[in-house]
């Protein structure tokens, strides 16, 4: 019996979806897996228009054989299969989160229902065209690949819902909450990423002795614009440390803004929302606005730093700033919702000792600039492949 749903298929059909209760389940790193996901990256890198999108590029390299087998190794001394079928609900203002979540399922053995993103990113239709093409050559695989589009209607949640194994929630609380009105069976298990915010900190000294400044501004730019900070791990937070750090942040905003320059576009409506919120930034804690040439990039100095800092964060280029004396002044922002921290300049050891010292509940990732959009199949704390998974004893 077929599902009664409303949706799209961008990639399998309603036919496909009715059969995956009776869709046996793969290995962990099946074979079959790891040549889909090769000859897609295949396809894509061979296309001259994905040059222009260092987000499917990306993607792409993560999917070759070699990266792939790399990255799975760890789990070649384990009895693993697949529990069933992932349903994925990936978040509408990120291009290519969506491809990272499938292929965790497809790697951990399972067919895979996918509700792409709302709006309508290339990147999604390039990696979508490459996929099925790759799907030609792998045709054993197609019952296990659908992706879907479709709104917020509750009735085809529920069916999806109804039929997976594992339940995968990208995209912050409020998706979180709206698909936890659909059940679950009662042997499925829910990964869920909440909303989260990232922060960067900075060694003054150690990035004016650096030669490759337009390579670091580069590196933030894609760990920033790119995902135009809507990313988690996007950091919102640039804290300075050093004796050089008026020097420092001079330089590196001025590098940064060439940068932002020559591949982004500011709409109006994002200008006027900045504005806005440093005002209500302002009114909240002391706060110095310093000097950019326009509105690309918004800098807010803070005098201080406490907990409730995060919650004025926001996209399009807007950061607050803080200059610290001693790193554990970053300790009040690292409550439960800080996801990554990103560096340059420290000793990553040195979060790590601050991690333990003050029993954070955060940071879960503690990455080097241009890594803060690195997808790992650990991510957020879970461990993907074993969630996804089930262990063979």
């Known amino acids: 019996m077929q599902p009664n749903i409303d949706v799209a298929y961008e990639i399998g059909d309603a036919q496909l979806l009715a059969e995956l209760p009776n869709l046996g389940t793969l290995p962990v790193c099946a074979e079959e897996a790891v040549a889909l996901l090769a000859e897609t990256a295949r396809i894509l890198l061979k296309d001259t228009e994905v040059r222009r999108y260092p987000d499917v590029v990306t993607w792409a390299f993560w999917c070759r054989e070699a990266s792939v087998r790399s990255r799975m190794s760890v789990y070649l001394g384990e009895r693993r299969r697949g529990r069933g079928m992932v349903f994925h609900i990936a978040p509408s203002n990120v291009a290519v989160n969506f491809a990272y979540s499938f292929v965790a399922g497809l790697l951990a053995g399972n067919a895979n229902v996918v509700r792409l993103p709302s709006r309508d990113f290339r990147q999604t239709a390039l990696i979508c065209n490459a996929l099925r093409m790759a799907l030609e050559r792998v045709p054993t695989l197609r019952p296990y690949v659908i992706f879907v589009r479709y709104g917020h209607e509750r009735a085809v949640n529920d069916v999806l819902s109804a039929l997976c194994t594992t339940r995968v929630i990208w995209g912050g609380d409020a998706a979180i909450r709206e698909l936890r009105h659909s059940e679950l069976p009662p042997r499925a298990n829910e990964i869920t990423f909440a909303d989260r915010y990232s922060v960067a900190v900075f060694d003054a000294d150690a990035y004016l002795a650096a030669e490759d400044k337009e390579r670091l501004a580069k590196s933030f730019f894609n760990d920033t614009y790119l995902t135009d900070q809507n990313a988690c791990s ?23 803004h060439r940068e932002v320059q020559q591949h982004y576009e500011l709409q109006p409506v994002q200008a006027v929302d900045k504005l806005t919120q440093l005002a209500l930034l302002a009114d909240a804690y002391e706060v110095r606005l310093r000097a950019m040439p326009d509105m690309l990039i918004t800098r807010a100095e803070l005098g201080g730093l406490d907990a409730g800092v995060p919650a004025y964060r926001m996209h399009s280029g807007f950061f607050m700033e803080y200059c610290a004396q001693e790193l554990s002044e970053i300790v009040p922002i690292c409550g439960s919702r800080c996801q990554t921290v990103v560096y340059y300049g420290i000793d990553p050891e040195e ?15 503690i990455v080097p600039i241009g890594e803060s959009m690195a997808f790992s199949l650990v991510w957020d704390g879970v461990d993907l492949i074993r969630t996804m998974s089930r262990c063979i004893g």
Do not use: N, T
């Open 234 to 256: 996007s950091p919102c937070l640039v804290v300075w440390r050093g004796a050089r750090v008026e020097e420092a942040r001079e330089v590196f905003w001025q590098e940064l």
């Open 351 to 365: 979060i790590r000792v601050l991690v333990d010292q003050y029993h954070m509940v955060g940071v879960d990732r």
